[in-house]
């Protein structure tokens, strides 16, 4: 079990925890999103082409700690789109032009070669660009497509999102605007506290983890954890007692029997914490929150 922080040590590191990344941090972050913008940009075959590069995950949530600032950018295809639905909801044609994922792959790695040299093309699902010491952090690059989920319960008959297709042929469908958008809604809602605990957590899972008192989890998780905690949880008294009412009640869901962790949302409110495809389960959320509760020294 890890030690358990006294009163000063916690408020030293929620102090320190309490803002993001600093303006030189975020130089670094923006240079590498600027770089392989431009690389798309300059690379002939997408010439004219509807492609959209963006940020997503941590950095453009605002909720990116300074262990773990890299930065995934998406290399999105939005000349076609794939789909999924409910047979019997009206959709279009499927799509049976040039721009297979394998196609697509294969022209964002020649351009991230052609721009940068040498990159990691040895992943299932992102190419890797190098750190720069001092200049830009490690980058994730991640060639993907617009996906869109026709539902007839969503706003407009359906959710719009993103699919990549790993070299293995499996594809993972992401909503990075959903998550962006429902994620500034509730740190609005909850005077910024919502993105101050989602960055403490991180922060506490990777001295956790350090440790050896759990194993390393991918920093979204702590992200979707605090995002089930309702909005009044995070207002009453300071950013402590947000923090002790954070962790409570997402320790209430997951022991809960009724609905409790199999009701909990994504930031994005379409996917389930937990479930099929997910790169974690309920016991290792328990193992987080159980550790941060006696690591921040609330109690045993």
Known sequence: MAHQLTYEQRIALLNKWKNPPGPSEKLRLDRAERMVRDAIARYAPFQGLAITVDPKGSYPNNTNVRSDSDVDIKVQMNECFFYDGASWLAKPDRYSGQWTPEKLRAEVEQAL???????????????NVPEVAGSRP??????????????????????????VYGRDGKKIVN??????????????????????????LKNVEN??????????????????LIYNVPDHAFLNGGFDDAIQASLREVHRQLTSTWFGAQGMMEPNGVKKVFGEGQKWDTKDARELIEGAWHYLGYGS
């Open 175 to 200: 909503w990075p605007e959903l998550q962006l958008t429902n994620g500034r809604t509730k740190n609005t809602n909850t005077k910024l506290r919502y993105k101050f605990v989602v960055r403490v």
């Open 138 to 163: 490690s980058t994730d690059v991640v060639p993907c497509f617009k996906y869109v989920l026709y539902d007839s319960t969503a706003v407009g008959g359906h959710y719009e999102g993103s699919v």
């Open 113 to 127: 070669v052609q721009h940068f040299g040498a990159i990691d093309t040895d992943h299932n699902i992102a190419f």
């Open 207 to 224: 001295d956790l983890a350090a440790q050896g008192v759990i194993k390393a989890l991918p920093s979204y998780f702590s992200e979707c």
